[in-house]
């Protein structure tokens, strides 16, 4: 699914985010992403969906060469690729309903089949009864639950999702995670980047730990490993 | 493209002008008053030059024919100028008609030539000539001088060439101004669209985060261009056709100037509304469509 | 408030300016545009108005005097004449003279007054008169017509009566323009402010949740604001004596009618120019100020 | 220090944050407030530093009635109170210094004790090597590290964070809660909504949950309470 050789990003302002990453991530796999802040996490999703491009080494995303794609092309990739962002990512505008179902305009899909998918994924993040309402007349949690109906919303063959329960307590984390492993379990390959100690060490699965740019650990079955 | 993705964006075009009401307000506010100030001037414009080329239709040639000169000769000169395709009318007027006119142009001071009886008139017979092209007066007079037994040939020639001159000036700065003022126009509005579409960037990236292509972003703005555009022409046009309507009907009560006619409402009226509202659409149109493009590199 | 706060301010102004560079373009590029309008119809309508002023210089108004009137008479209504106040020249024209012009007048056709003598001269002596205020012609030619052995007043009714209409006319139109104009640089200005504000208004916010006063929040916008409007001048003023100075210099070869004459350019350049400069940093301060006000109520 | 009674609070969209909240909280304590995605801790908190009105009821903050309150005099009242808000509301054009700076800038600090300041706090936080950089340059985490420094820059008398580790990992997460607990030792009032159960679990102080807008549980030195 992804491969990553000697990938380095150096940022404009000279702050060099990744030092040389080397990584296989197959098909269907469920990765979480730990280090301390600051460590390059966001950075290494962005470069997954081309928000950002590698200073140097080589990126492949089902079997697509990155660093020789081209602009155009870039919307077609990022189409397989849910993201859920850590900011949010939202269209303030816009209501929640029409965030979540922007994502399925984009790949025109027919509305009968929108208007079903989008609530269906609202109500798994409990959030239909807020449809009608915009990102601003939300709680920080609830938002974050939005930017993850949107990333789900398309059957993503990748799912990205950086700090996904970074704002929801204990028992709205538990459910989200629990759609992620069904989603999981039915082929998509999921990225999460973490600093929940308690979900890694719960539900284990492969943990990549970033540290200075560097992959530090990558362990299956793993657990989040840093102590207090 | 699906049919039903070009209604969605002619939707969201729609749906995103009232979700910006406030910078769409301030944009249509922007639209509206350049376009009046153009059809102001336009108006304007358009009417002076139309005035210049009356006051130019009212030049005339004045053919003195010789006092040797015999009938047949006489007659062969209205011919002659009759043949020439750039002469319009040429009207005769005897000696005697011409001493009458002399008097009665001088009003009272004219008394003083009731002392001449028609033996003594100094006066020679005329053509009086009009031009289909006043501005080429000078040369045809030059040419009608060169036909046999015409003594002289008068148009005022001060006057006229002053009077084109002026009229030139006019017209070519005019001409310059209306130009000016368009492209002032263009770069007002399409500036004003330009700062709230800057002001909305973060949305386009957003959008070409979550896998729309470039298309796909630009047909809404496309749309709210076109809208911007149309919305903020209609109280120019009818501003301008209250306006023009009003004026054209009292133009005469308060005009004191026979010179001064309007231009006819209709068609000049629509023609002008035309113009503004396909400048209002096409500026639209590219500000919004030009100012997008830098935002969706990401 | 304290100094340094003041000077925080200031600073602040000029850091906002840098931050938000591409707005402020956006802005100084609008307060440019319509200065620049402003600034050339301005130019335009104070010669107009300026050539109008010195058409009208030119009316006088020729007083008569009866043929039985004696020397004395003659000079009283010249006394008379010289003792009102609205009168600033008058100049006396005996009817040898007035014959001389007559016939020079009238060109070729002059020479058939040829046959008068000094003795059958049918003109009268008279006195050409130039008013203080020429728009007052008509009634001070109807109070001279009163004067005793004053047989006739002419001041060429007609066109005098015209050319006052039509210059008041034109004086009226520039003026309604030249204050439409002025409007609509204020609106487009500060529509254009109000635009780039409201796209920092989530800035404004956090500001005031921070603990910003009102003021504190205001001052740094005045500051960009009188920036924005000044750096709006530089180009209007600088194309304004440029190009003002080349007109006055070039006007002379170019210009075939001695009745247009430009105003000199100093002062009238300067004033002008501070003019803009005046509006350009009002309208920015004003337009920065009021458009903050609405996003200060968190 | 702050005492509210029946406090209400409807959005004008209908949403019923608040039902009727009494409360009431003494000088110098550190208050948990828990409570799922949505419950109303932040629109609680937004109430205090007068970000939000209330519908009806009473709230006094350091004797001072806010119903009563002219708008002029609310920027006194929050220069009191430092808040660390859920969603960070950094000045996105300014560097980290700067955005650190206005805070006391607008109190009108003496350019030399601000410099002071600033460069401490960002210490404290760990960022004084990023000082120059905009908030768009930083992770997640190192903005929601600003926004700490920022709010703790003036010496508040109430410090108010909203899910201040939302975004930590929980060696960072740790370095912070010293922090809080070494200002609220000085004596400063702490308001803390958090969804992290092992931080209220483990530093344990009054814990107050909330639960669709009503208080049902107030607790001295008590627990997260809600188990996965
Ligand atoms: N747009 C940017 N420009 C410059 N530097 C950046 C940018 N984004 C991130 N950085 C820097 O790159 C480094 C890695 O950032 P990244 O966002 O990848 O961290 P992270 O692991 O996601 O941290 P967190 O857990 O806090 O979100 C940080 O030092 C950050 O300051
Ligand atoms: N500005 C607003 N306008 C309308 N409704 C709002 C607004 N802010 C919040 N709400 C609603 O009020 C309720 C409480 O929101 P609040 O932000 O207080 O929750 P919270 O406890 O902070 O949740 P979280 O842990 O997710 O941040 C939610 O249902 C939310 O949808
Ligand atoms: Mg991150
Ligand atoms: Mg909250």
Redesign the pocket.
Known sequence: MIKMQNVKKTYPNGVQALNGIDLQIDPGEFVYLVGQSGAGKSTFTKLIFREETATSGEIYVSGKDLTKMKRRDVPYLRREIGVVYQDFKLLPKMTIYENVAFALEVVEETPRNMRKRVMEVLDQVGLKN?AR?IP???????QQRVAIARAIANYPKLLIADEPTG???PDTSWEIMKILEEINASGTTIIMATHSKEIVNTIKRRVIAIEDGLIVRDQHRGDYGYEA | MKLRTLKRHFREGFKNSWRNSWMTIASIGAVTTTLILVATFLVLLLNINHIADSLENDVEIKVLVDLTATEEEREAIGEELESMSIIETVVFSSREQELENLKSSLGEDGDVFGIFDDQENPLDDAYIVKLTDPQQTVPVAEEIATIPKVSEVNYGEDFVQDLFNFNNYARNIGLVLIIALVFTAIFLISNTIKITIFARRKEIEIMKLVGATNWFIRWPFFVEGLLLGILGSVIPIAALVTGYYYLDQNIETVNQFDFITLLPFSPFVWQVSGLILLIGAVIGIWGSVMSVRKFLKV
């Open positions: 807020k309402f601003d007349e939300l709680s920080g949690g609830e704002n929801l307590d």
